[in-house]
């Protein structure tokens, strides 16, 4: 029995995004050249891989064993020919990634020290800057991926990275760090620190308080999340935060809780230039910042 890497990869890629488009999409061939190379790995088995509906498409029994045999020969495969090329051409390889500064100065350093551990022959190099210029960068082909609160857009493929949550920071007056949860509705006629309006989860937060009809007396309106917290420790007022910038509060005598009725979700996506492949390294080290902010969002018991 004889068969290619290639269709194994579309098997574990079909198998990886539930989804035909999705997959033949990473594998930069159209669906129909897709199934093609499923059906031929199936008549050489002789047995069906997925079962499929027009809404879904999910593992047989035979296809889930085929699975859990052949990844682990799959990501050795990939490993060596990494290593391979890396001896042929005497260089080591470099991913560059692109996010917002308080992401990048709070939570990608320690990521990128931890992953060198692992992998000391790649290395990651950091731009922080703005959602515009993040976005522009990944469509010139500056960066592999960026992180962010992206909209959807033209040629660039947005994939949601990770699910986080609002809080609301105030002052610490010698109080615990965290305090119990706060409903939407007891920030009314409170000074309210705030970002400017092009932040996404600043707009979020402001059809929030909207929709809810809790009026906050307006403070400052500044540029940087690192700039809210500091006039927020000041005392200046509170400031509603996603969950990712506890990171950023660690060192700041300010009381984080999250804030309820209702709990508000904001998606981290990441973004990728449509019209080029991924590379392997950047995907690699996307599955371990996963890991690495799950790890870490689960210490501090918040979404």
Known sequence: MEFTSRQLRAFHLVAQHRSFARAAEALFIT????????????????????????????????????????QPGLRTLDAAMLRIEQAATGRNK????????????????????????????????????????ILRCVQGGKLDFGLGLFKRVPGVRRVPFFRFSLMVIRSNKGGATNRPATRWSTLGGQTLISLTGNY????????????????????????????????????????????????????????????????????????????????????????FLKMYIASWVGDAGVL
């Open 94 to 133: 470099y991913i560059s990634i692109g996010t917002t500064p308080l992401i990048a100065a709070n939570v990608l350093p320690e990521a990128i020290r931890q992953f060198r551990e692992h992998r000391p022959d790649l290395h990651v190099r950091l731009f922080d800057g703005f959602l515009g210029e």
């Open 31 to 70: 669906p129909s050249g897709l199934s093609v190379l499923i059906r031929e790995l199936e008549r050489q088995l002789g047995f069906r891989l997925f079962d499929r509906t027009t809404r879904q498409v999910g593992l047989t029994a035979q296809g889930s064993d085929l699975l859990a045999v052949t």
């Open 200 to 287: 996404p989860h600043q707009q979020l937060i402001d059809r929030q308080l909207g929709k809810l009809g809790v009026v906050c007396k307006r403070g400052q309106t500044v540029n940087l999340l690192d700039t809210q917290i500091g006039l927020v420790e000041a005392d200046e007022g509170i400031g509603i935060i996603p969950s990712f910038g506890m990171l950023a509060c660690r060192n700041r005598k300010v009381t984080v809780s999250e804030l309820i009725e209702p709990i508000v979700n904001l998606e981290l996506y990441q973004i990728s230039n449509r019209g080029r492949k991924l590379p392997e390294e950047a995907k690699e080290f996307s599955a």
